[in-house]
């Protein structure tokens, strides 16, 4: 008996020192690599606008910028991404040229003017012209209403988001526009039947280019009132909307008392309500 309880003792010792051995030799985990890199998209580098004079034997460049819009990184790409669109047209003409020069050169003239500048808004006028041959130069007329806290742009069909409420827009633009109309009429010294006509072209124009549609009052620009608050809207209407080219650009200042019924509630703090 006590014989084979030293064997098992022997036993169990002889396992005891196997396993130690076999910890001992067994391979050491691999080591684990490096964590792969965490890729992060930088953002885009801020646009910062700069004037442009360029001059060839077949064309000119001149484009200005006002100095504040670089504040708005957001806002200054639009105006590169409008600038730039119109360059890539004159470029195109200029190509189409070949390698004789133009009778006159070639020509794109735009400026932007910062008209509004406030916490809750920011807007921006470009007027410029773009001359590739023809009798006169192609007008560039845009408005850009930039809202900080956003960082977007604001449209008309977001401002007033009811397609039938245009209607009372269009209704106050029109009265306007036939009134100046017949005003710019009556200082000219014309025989009847020719105003008659002109009234009748020039007025169905009018009637064509203020349709209650917010495509056609895309241009627009805010008034402000002394508290910084928007008190009217100037419409622009460019040169052939709601004219003849040689009426140039026109303007219809529409009120806040107007506007406010049909502004979207998210818009109306913007507006001045006295």
Known sequence: MARVLGNRLLLLALC???AAACRREAPAPEPAGPAPATTTTAPPPAVQ????SERDPRYIVGISYPPTVNKYPGLAAELKKYSDAARTEL???VDGLGAEPPPAPYDLSLSFTQLVETPGVVAIAADGSSYTGGAHGNPLIARFVWLPPEQRLLTAAELIPDPKAWQAISDYAREQLHTSLSQRIDAEDMDPAERADLLKNAGRMIEEGTLPDAANFAQFEPVLAADGRIRALRFVF????????????QTVEVPANVLLPNVAPAYRGLFATG
Not at 49 to 52: A, G
Not at 238 to 249: K, S
Request: cysteine-free.
């Open 16 to 18: 005891a020192v196997l």
């Open 49 to 52: 606008l700069k004037d442009v």
């Open 91 to 93: 470029q195109q003409a």
């Open 238 to 249: 460019p040169p052939y909307q709601v004219g003849p080219y040689a009426d140039g650009t």
